[in-house]
């Protein structure tokens, strides 16, 4: 049994699948699962408590909020996965090539890396949003840019642990190439760490995500996301204070369950002794 499902056989890692299952299959089926649209008007049902016909109750403009709700998990996810997938590609081919190739290469990558990690993500997202625009595609691309440090850091310390192995000797001195060893050696070996710590970034990516909509830089209204549900539901938190609770509550559960499922996936892998273990 592979890794990822045997860690669902822990009860931390149980739970927290279950409910990151249930959230990704809500914003993958979001038009089935509700008879209402997500940006369609009902000035007339505005602020109106949870009932049979809106289980979580309405808007300021009348709109259901469970529906708001998933298709808002679609916008958060499908932004902060995309932006952690991307930055886990750019930081592993930096990483393992400063590690590798070493020289000028592994000084220019080493400096710029030093420093963009001594600034917060926050900020550096704050600054490249600024600059690119607000959207979901100025928000992906400023999360890629500010968890790039910590994937090209990661990947180039299990490069460079690696590539000292017999196993790379032997295969260079059958003639292998720098490509072949990269590829089909030293990366494989230090992909295990790399994808469990981009698991966890996804979870602080979605907060970024949050943060960055809830400042209205995100996406762009009509189109919902947890972070843009809370900043409208800022200004109803006396009058219709469901309005920023439940996506409050979906943001925290949701970073929650990936952190609780992260740990149990780690320990099935045993990666913190393999850590020890290299130092």
């Not at 997500?38 to 049902?45: S, V």
């Not at 408590?49 to 709700?69: I, K, M, N, V, Y």
């Not at 750019?90 to 400096?111: E, H, K, N, P, Y």
């Amino acid at each position: 049994m592979i890794a990822p499902l045997r860690a669902l056989r822990r009860p931390q890692g149980a739970v927290a699948g279950l409910w990151l299952i249930l959230v990704i299959c809500a914003a993958l089926f979001a038009p089935l699962l509700t008879p209402y649209a997500y940006d369609i008007q009902n000035l007339p049902n505005a602020y109106q408590p949870a009932s049979a016909q809106h289980w979580l109750g309405t808007d300021e403009f009348g709109r259901d909020l469970l529906t708001r709700l998933i298709y808002g998990a679609r916008t958060s996810l499908s932004v902060s996965a995309t932006a952690i997938s991307i930055s886990v590609f750019c930081g592993m081919v930096l990483g393992a090539s400063a590690a590798w190739f070493g020289g000028w290469l592994d000084r220019i990558v080493t400096m710029t890396v030093d420093l963009t990690w001594s600034f917060p993500e926050i900020l550096i997202a704050l600054i490249l949003v600024a600059i690119i625009g607000p959207g979901t595609t100025g928000v992906m691309i400023a999360i890629s840019v500010a968890y790039l440090a910590q994937f090209t850091r990661l990947t180039r310390a299990q490069i460079m642990t690696l590539k000292g192995e017999t196993f790379i000797e032997a295969a260079r001195s059958l003639g292998a190439g720098n490509a072949h060893l990269l590829f089909r050696h030293l990366l494989p070996n230090a992909l295990a760490p790399v994808l469990v710590s981009a698991m966890l970034a996804t979870g602080d990516a979605i907060i970024l995500e949050a943060t960055l909509g809830f400042f209205g830089l995100g996406a762009q209204p009509p189109v919902p996301s947890w972070g843009g549900m809370m900043s409208a539901g800022s200004a109803l938190v006396f009058k219709a204070p469901w309005v920023i609770i439940f996506p409050g509550l979906a943001v925290a559960i949701t970073v929650v369950a990936i952190n609780l499922y992260g740990d149990a996936l780690i320990a099935e892998l045993d990666i913190r002794s393999r850590l020890r273990r290299e130092a």
